[in-house]
T-cell receptor, first 115, second 116 residues
Framework: KAGVTQTPRYLIKTRGQQVTLSCSPISGHRSVSWYQQTPGQGLQFLFE???????NKGNFPGRFSGRQFSNSRSEMNVSTLELGDSALYLC??????????????FGAGSRLTVL | AQKVTQAQTEISVVEKEDVTLDCVYETRDTTYYLFWYKQPPSGELVFLIR??????QNEISGRYSWNFQKSTSSFNFTITASQVVDSAVYFCALSEATDSWGKLQFGAGTQVVVTP
């Protein structure tokens, strides 16, 4: 079955712009999580959505937002881009077993470069 | 505070050698899960193994094995008879039941380089 699909794979933006990244989860998965990966901070949790509701949130400023649609597809948006937002943004989906037990299946990521 | 520590930044081995990756974690929860993920150069994190806090039985799965010891808060991972395709960054991760929807706390990762 198809894996987690993220688009676009690569993009370049300039400071002050905004960006929207898309994630299509594995069919049947209703939970979608987003992570930011940078060389300095490593892998950091952004937020998680389930049934169109944000269920958990990491420690990121309000410039980072997301949403989930009724078909479980998710988007994340970063407004007023800063140089430090350059990163690999990973999306993951999972079934909904119990808190903590879910195995996350990751997409290949969207690599954002901010100039 | 760092909840997952992978002290090894990089390990280089020759093919067929065994590789052991160290992971130390910190949590106050009694229910938690530990994971190992692999990230090859393509960037996609690939799930390898999961253990819950109530199951300290160590297992072997193919060339992979793990050693979970609650007494020392360690969850080490071994690749036996390494192959070039094992070259990747390996991440240990913790999920705590009290704050865990979708949230894994990752270590900094260990780069494994396997040369022929």
């Amino acid at each position: 079955k198809a894996g987690v699909t993220q688009t676009p794979r690569y993009l370049i933006k300039t400071r002050g712009q905004q960006v929207t990244l898309s994630c299509s989860p594995i069919s049947g998965h209703r939970s979608v999580s987003w992570y930011q990966q940078t060389p300095g901070q490593g892998l950091q949790f952004l937020f998680e959505y389930f049934s169109e509701t944000q269920r958990n949130k990491g420690n990121f400023p309000g410039r980072f937002s997301g949403r989930q649609f009724s078909n479980s597809r998710s988007e994340m948006n970063v407004s007023t881009l800063e140089l430090g937002d350059s990163a690999l943004y990973l999306c993951a989906s999972s079934g909904d077993l119990s808190p903590g037990a879910n195995v996350l299946t990751f997409g290949a990521g969207s690599r954002l470069t901010v100039l | 505070a760092q909840k997952v520590t992978q002290a090894q930044t990089e390990i280089s081995v020759v093919e067929k050698e065994d590789v052991t990756l160290d992971c130390v974690y910190e949590t106050r929860d009694t229910t938690y899960y530990l994971f190992w993920y692999k990230q090859p150069p393509s960037g996609e994190l690939v799930f390898l193994i999961r253990r819950n806090s109530f199951d300290e039985q160590n297992e072997i799965s193919g060339r992979y094995s793990w050693n979970f010891q609650k007494s020392t808060s360690s969850f080490n991972f071994t690749i036996t008879a390494s192959q070039v395709v094992d070259s990747a960054v390996y991440f240990c991760a913790l999920s705590e039941a009290t704050d865990s929807w979708g949230k894994l706390q990752f270590g900094a990762g260990t780069q494994v380089v396997v040369t022929p």
